[in-house]
């Protein structure tokens, strides 16, 4: 069930209104009846899946209680490897099985060598990169003593399976158990910014990122007969494409997760508007970064301590492979990992990866044109990424990349860019990062419009509204689903 | 909670309205869909009934300059709509009836049926395969006709479609004109690309839909003359027609003469129309197959 589907659309009204309704006073039965809906959401995907995940919650419940109440630390540390063993080895089954005895198969070959081994018909569960990352992170933060385990069965279910972030997250921390478990009452402020998150994740999913699929697709689906020019153009829009739809999605799930009365973490910082590439990965996809940086990083970092700034770029090699191959098990996502980790090591030289530098302004509210060039750099940099993240394989990656230097006519790119009505999504990527700069500082979503005349906005509302509407039946699912 | 609810109505409320004017707006514009918006705006006497080959290469304008000192109630309203929506059964007959003016004539009405496999088949791996294929299309809903038809437009609307499909233009006596780039180079990619699709179905003779043909046949026979017809394609598809139902013009032979009416068959002219895709003949050929078409109808009255 997609979030802009019409079956969510009724889901999520029939559970707002018992959820909110008869449901109101009763803490634990309102957890109840979010872990039954979160459940039924996740087996109206497949429901032989389903089994997965309850039994995910059942063990990593016991998990966590057997942990905190261990007699020692060699007890507790003992549980925790369990844990960790059971959820990295269940990851890498699903996600990583066929892909390492298809690599191993072709290495054997290059090696002259004969290999019987077989890739096996693997179902890869929905979500299982999301749930299985809060899973770890429960039995990890116990044991680090950075939270408590918790006796209620269905808080931490609920937690685990909470029906906004269980596809595509955000990925939140063990905390969140605390608003479970706590009382809920409703706020309208924040279930009105819940509305307009919903709204402003959605005009980027439908109007913004599908429309861009459109014609990314055509190009991707014959690269050889596209000009330089029309390659690079679809690279572009391309980034704007996974981030309309990521961000789009994570809005969405915020602001189901606001209706109901939570605040689920921010995923996304406006990442276009990051001065480097170290900036960038503060910005993007931020419950998967910080996660990794608190658990593959900062041990990496701690362990190759001794090796100095050469220790420091290994770790982050390390952990930004580990990025990209969580995304998927092929060699383009390692690769693009690895990319982004090269990319860090002028700014670990010149110690400015974890400088936080605010973007200055000039007298018309832009950026300072040094900051103008580092944004659009960094936006280059990027894209180029994404090159090899979208390929199917790296030799794929490759023949896009060559292609665009060629460049060729940009007449090509001209009749492309308007028989795919490419020019209308421009206006509207425009109108996104127009939005979004605007509101960069705000931490409400589309905040800076209470400053503006109540018709105004309301206009404005009807407005991406309609442009939902009129491109609705053209949406496709999410792109991170897939991961 | 209150105040959220209120708001939330108004704010759905404003929405809708804006979603109704929108459309309200895109049918006054004369903007419509290739399913066949326009078709569903009038009742008329005199129909052309069919699939997506009638429904581009019979064109009513062209029956109307031909046929217009004839005995038939004129003009032509072309009711056909595409193999998902209009194959032969009993949401396509109930749109037929409701279609049909029963009310202003003084002539009899002239009803050119194309029949084609696809259209009374029972295809299995994939239009059939869980149900009628024509069971979630809009003709099952609509059942008054005029101006405009909301319920249509909600359900069906696909605006961003509507809008830039630049290749086609429905008219409004129900011809879909396709403009499509006719390089031989560019046919006969769509014409290999349409028998990769079609080669991968698996069609037998649906009764059901014979079933709802006879009935056809008698309804209309009730309002004026039928005339069944059988449109020519291009010569890949007549192939594959051939192979998949070999006995089709004898079957569609069996049922004129039960209730003797004329069956045109035209399929031995196939290869001789250029088609966009193998499929459907191109418009300028749609006209002189239309006058053959009308042509065998003067030579039959006659």
Same mark, same amino acid.
């Given at each position: 069930m997609i979030f802009n589907s019409v079956p969510f659309v009724i889901f999520f009204t029939a559970v707002f209104l018992i959820y909110w309704f008869?449901?109101? %006073? %009763?803490t634990k039965l309102q957890n109840l009846f979010l872990l039954i809906t979160s459940w039924f959401f996740y087996g109206y995907a497949n429901w032989k899946i389903l089994p997965i995940l309850i039994f995910a919650c059942v063990i990593y419940f016991f998990l966590g209680k057997a942990i905190g109440t261990s007699k020692s630390e060699k007890e507790a540390s003992a549980y925790t490897t369990i844990g960790v063993i059971l959820g990295v080895g269940t990851l890498l089954y699903f996600k990583y099985f066929n892909f390492f005895i298809e690599s191993f198969s072709s290495l054997f070959e290059i090696c002259g060598l004969k290999s019987n081994l077989h890739t096996f018909n693997i179902i890869m569960p929905l979500g299982i990169s999301f749930f299985t990352f809060r899973l770890l992170s429960y039995v990890i933060d116990i044991n680090r003593g950075k939270t408590t385990y918790t006796d209620d069965f269905i808080a931490f279910s609920t937690y685990i399976s909470f029906f906004p972030c269980l596809l595509s997250g955000p990925i939140d921390r063990p905390k969140f158990i605390k608003q479970i478990e706590s009382s809920r009452t409703f706020d309208y402020d924040q279930a009105v910014d819940g509305c307009r998150q919903i709204l402003w994740g959605m005009f980027k999913k439908v109007v913004v990122a599908d429309n861009c699929a459109t014609y990314v697709d055509a190009v991707w689906e014959n690269i050889g007969g596209q000009s330089g020019s029309t390659l690079l153009l679809s690279a572009i829009l391309y980034s704007f494409q996974m981030y309309a739809d990521f961000s789009g999605y994570s809005d969405m799930a915020i602001g189901v997760g606001k209706l109901l009365g939570f605040k689920i973490s921010q995923n996304f910082n406006y990442p276009f508007f990051a001065l480097n590439v170290a900036d960038y990965w503060r910005r993007w996809h931020m419950s998967l970064t910080t996660w990794l940086t608190d658990y593959v990083f900062m041990p990496l970092n701690i362990k190759f301590r001794n090796l100095g700034t050469f220790g420091l770029i290994l770790a982050i090699i390390i952990n930004m492979v580990v990025v990209g191959m969580w995304h998927g098990a092929n060699w383009t996502f390692a690769v693009f990992g690895l990319y982004h980790g090269l990319l860090f090591v002028p700014l670990i030289i010149s110690g400015s990866f974890q400088k936080k530098v605010k973007i200055k302004t000039n007298k018309i509210g832009l950026p300072v044109f040094s900051q103008c060039c580092q944004i659009l750099l960094t936006f280059l940099l990027v894209t180029l990424g994404l090159i090899i993240f979208r390929a199917e394989n790296l030799s794929q990656a490759w023949e896009y990349i060559l292609g665009i230097w060629q460049l060729g006519t940009l007449r090509a790119s001209y009749r492309f860019f308007f028989q795919h009505d490419i020019w209308i999504t421009s206006w509207f990527i425009i109108f996104m990062m127009i939005v979004e700069w605007i509101n960069r500082e705000n931490k409400l979503v589309l905040g800076f419009l209470k400053s503006i005349n109540r018709a105004a906005s309301w206009m404005l509302y009807l407005i991406i509204a309609l442009l939902i509407y009129w491109y609705w039946y053209d949406s496709q699912s999410f792109i991170y689903f897939q991961f | 909670m209150k105040q959220f609810i209120i708001k939330l109505f108004i704010a759905l409320s404003l929405f809708f309205t804006g979603v109704v004017i929108m459309l309200v707006s895109l049918d006054y514009c004369g903007i419509s869909d290739d399913?066949?918006?326009?078709? =569903?705006l009038s009742k008329n006497h005199s129909l052309i009934i069919g699939t997506s080959r009638s429904a581009q290469g019979v064109i009513p304008y062209i029956v109307d300059s031909m046929l217009i000192d004839s005995k038939y109630d004129l003009?032509?309203?072309?009711?056909s709509f595409n193999v998902s929506y209009s194959p032969f059964g009993e949401i396509y007959y109930d749109a037929i009836c409701r279609k049909i003016?029963? =009310?202003?004539?003084?002539k009899k009405g002239l009803y050119i049926v194309a029949v084609d496999p696809f259209a009374l088949c029972k295809e299995v791996t994939d239009w059939d395969k869980d149900g009628l294929r024509e069971s979630d299309k809009p003709l099952r809903y609509v059942k008054f006709y005029h101006r405009p038809q909301m319920l249509y437009l909600l359900m069906n609307c696909r605006p961003h479609q509507w809008v830039i499909q630049k290749h086609t233009e429905l008219h409004d006596d129900g011809w879909l004109e396709v403009n499509a780039n006719m390089d031989s180079a560019h046919v006969e990619g769509n014409i290999r690309l349409k028998m990769q699709d079609y080669n991968k179905y698996i069609i037998n003779k649906s009764e059901y839909r014979f079933h709802w043909l006879e009935n056809t046949i008698e309804l209309l026979k009730r309002h004026g003359d039928v005339y069944l017809i059988r449109i020519p394609v291009s010569l890949q598809m007549l192939e594959l027609e051939n192979s998949l139902w070999p006995e089709f013009d004898n079957d569609i032979n069996n049922i004129a003469l039960q209730y003797s009416v004329p069956y045109f068959s035209f399929i031995k002219e196939s290869g001789k129309y250029r088609t966009t895709d193998g499929n459907h003949i191109y418009k300028e050929d749609g006209k002189k197959f239309t006058r053959l078409v009308c042509d065998s109808i003067i030579s039959y009255i006659r």
């Open positions: 008869p449901l109101k %006073n %009763n | 399913a066949g918006y326009k078709r =569903l003009p032509i309203n072309n009711f003016d029963t =009310l202003n004539y003084n």
